[in-house]
Structure formats: C-alpha cells, structure tokens
C-alpha cells in the first residue's frame, strides 16, 4: 500500500497519496480532489486512467477525511478555503505545470486555484462545479442550526445516517441518472463495498463547516475571464448542480471545452466512465499538441 503522507496550514490538517506514473518516462502531475462528503479512495476506479499520463496526487478536500479541521468552532470563509487547498497542492505536487481535477466542490476549488495562480496551472478538468450559494433543499437546515448553535442535531442526525448500511447507496442514488443501472454494475458494486469504511469516519462537524461556506460562496467574480485551458464536464441531467450555474461560467470562461454527458447526472466519472475518459484523453492530447506548436513557433 502507498503511504499516506500529511500536511498541515494554519487550522488545517490535509492528506495526500502520489501514485506513481505508469512509466517513468511520463513526467505530468495530476492532482485530483473529491467533493462534498468525499473521503480516502474517492478516485479509485480512475487513478488507474489518470496513471497514463502522469503521477497522480490523489489529495483530500479540506475537512474530509482523512483531512481534519483542527478547530470547528471557527467559521470557515471562501478564502481560507482556497488557500488552504492551495497550499496543499503545491506541498504535494509542486508549483509547476499542474493538471487539477476536481468535481463538485473540488470542481469549484480547481477553478478558482487555476484562475488566482495561472502561472502554476497547466489545464484543468472540472466536474460539474459548485458555483455559488444559498445551499438550497434539506441541507439548508444544518447550515442554519449551525449559525444558530445549534450544530449537535446536524452531527447526531449525520451519525444516525451513516450508521444505515445502505445510507451511501441512497447518495449516490440520489446523484445518477440511472440508479439501477448504476448500483448493478458489478465494478460499482465493489467500489461502494471498499469506500464506505472511509464514508464512515467522515466528521459530521467538518463537513457542516464546508457547507456553511459554500452557502456564502461565489466563484464566479474569481474565475471571470480565466485564460487556464479547463475542459467543463457535466450530466444533462444532474440533480445537485444547476445547469444555469454552469453555463455561465461557460460562456464567461475564453479558454473552455464544455462537454455535456445525455442521461447521465451528478457523478460523470462513474456514471460514464468510458465516455468520460474519452474526452479527458482528447483534452490532454489537443493541449498538448497546441503546447508543442506555440514552442515550434
């Protein structure tokens, strides 16, 4: 097994694994963060793909295990958020020429870090991004009991949730297009059965404090006009992010590849896994290509 190393910035404890390249000869380095209530393994059934082309750091999202907030008791703002993630990039990969992924709120961390440090970030692949609050929906109710005091009823429900054994499944249900086609697959099956031991040890409280920030988030004035090649994927059908969302970022990103999956949700990568790896490879291969042709000339 690979080890585990950690870091730490001000209130923030992150962890990271590099899996090395598939040859030695592929000098690239792909960092990828999970979304909201990702844990350790999240990327599993994809490292393999990203191996291709590069090491890759498989690197927590702040405040999911195994990353910690060392004090929740302090509220979390946007900034600190993408600072803290930052900083762990660059401790775990370095400071140059970076491939980023990211989905949901990793997807948003990935967009804001490539536009604030353009000079470190070579492309990105972006998953159905957060974009910007109010967290609409049952979660709302965690988000203001927290600024209420009121954050044990959110911690004691989250318990509760995920001591139901099929609790994960219901996630994930809830975020495809397809359930049963989705939990029949027999790859799927063994990915859910290996990742809910690591679902099971995330910190009801850290997460919530995520949440809380995101409800007052807003990346948009962040990634105006952001010049890093980003290849924007999501499901026609996703029932989490809003499609409006998206497409505005689209349209007020020059440098983007957008990308829409038919019958397809939340989680692009799982839920169409072949197709999604198509169209990264393209990516890679038409950025790489464009690289080679701006140094020739």
């Not at 999604?276 to 393209?282: A, M, R």
């Amino acid at each position: 097994m690979i080890p585990r190393q950690s870091y730490e910035w001000k209130n923030h404890r992150i962890t990271y694994v590099k899996h090395p390249a598939a040859s030695p000869k592929l000098k690239e380095k792909i960092v990828l963060i999970g979304g909201w209530c990702s844990a350790a393994d999240y990327w599993k059934l994809n490292i393999p793909f990203f191996q291709q082309f590069g090491e890759v750091i498989e690197l927590d999202l702040i405040g999911h295990y195994p990353a910690e907030i060392l004090d929740y008791k302090k509220k979390l703002t946007l900034q600190e958020f993408l600072e803290a993630q930052a900083n762990a990039i660059w401790e775990s990969a370095g400071e140059k020429d970076l491939t980023l992924v990211g989905h949901s709120t990793g997807g948003m961390a990935v967009l804001a870090i490539a536009a604030l440090f353009p000079g470190r970030i070579k492309q990105v692949v972006c998953i159905a991004p957060y974009v910007h609050g109010p967290v609409r929906g049952p979660l709302k109710l965690g988000i203001l009991g927290l600024r209420a005091n009121l954050g044990m009823f959110f911690d004691m429900s989250f318990k509760l949730g995920k001591s139901i054994p099929k609790l994960l499944n219901f996630g994930f249900s809830f975020g495809v297009y397809d359930s049963k086609g989705f939990h029949s697959n027999p790859e799927i099956k063994s990915f859910l059965e290996e990742y809910y031991p690591q679902f099971e040890h995330l910190n009801p409280r850290n997460i919530l404090l995520i949440l809380e920030m995101l409800d007052r988030a807003d990346i948009r004035p962040i990634v105006f006009g952001n010049e890093v090649p980003v290849l924007m994927l999501r499901g026609e059908d996703d029932p989490v992010i809003p499609g409006k969302d998206v497409e505005e970022l689209e349209r007020t990103t020059p440098n983007v590849k957008a990308i829409r999956f038919a019958e397809c949700g939340h989680f692009v990568y799982l839920e169409k896994k072949h197709a999604f790896e198509k169209v990264v490879t393209d990516f890679f291969i038409s950025k790489k290509q464009s690289r080679l042709k701006k140094s020739f000339f």
